[in-house]
């Protein structure tokens, strides 16, 4: 099992920056993919970032792209999420979860954190 425990959310203004941090505790992430996802009221949660196990090999949605930066220090076994020049819509409650190589699904999924950009 992995427990992945999310923080660094808060209130920043539009154009701000903030850094999430997901600890993650149980096994080693070194093997999982790992990702951000968020998910805002009203709305479907959505995949903001992700990244291999290696860390060579990151996607970002396109509503980040540029102003996003995950990644990963698995000596640490904590995954990252630099949020900068944010915007009022990247409000939501932001999730880490971890994909194991054996599964084509993220499996394992932290409590959440909130992130309130005001305008």
């Known amino acids: 099992q992995v427990q992945l425990v999310e923080s660094g959310g808060g209130l920043v203004q539009a154009g701000g920056s903030l850094r999430l941090s997901c600890a993650a505790s149980?096994?080693?992430?070194?093997?999982?993919?790992m990702g951000w996802f968020r998910q805002a009221p009203g709305k479907e949660r959505e995949i903001v970032a992700t990244?291999?196990?290696?860390?060579?090999?990151?996607y970002y949605a396109d509503s980040v792209k540029g102003r996003f930066t995950i990644s990963r220090d698995n000596a640490k076994n904590t995954v990252y999420l630099q949020m900068n020049s944010l915007k009022p819509e990247d409000t939501a409650v932001y999730y880490c979860?971890?994909?194991?190589?054996?599964?084509?699904?993220?499996?394992?999924w932290g409590q959440g954190t909130q992130v309130t950009v005001s305008s």
């Open positions: 979860a971890a994909r194991s190589s054996l599964s084509a699904s993220y499996g394992y």
């Open positions: 990244i291999g196990w290696s860390g060579g090999s990151t």
């Open positions: 149980g096994r080693t992430i070194s093997s999982y993919a």
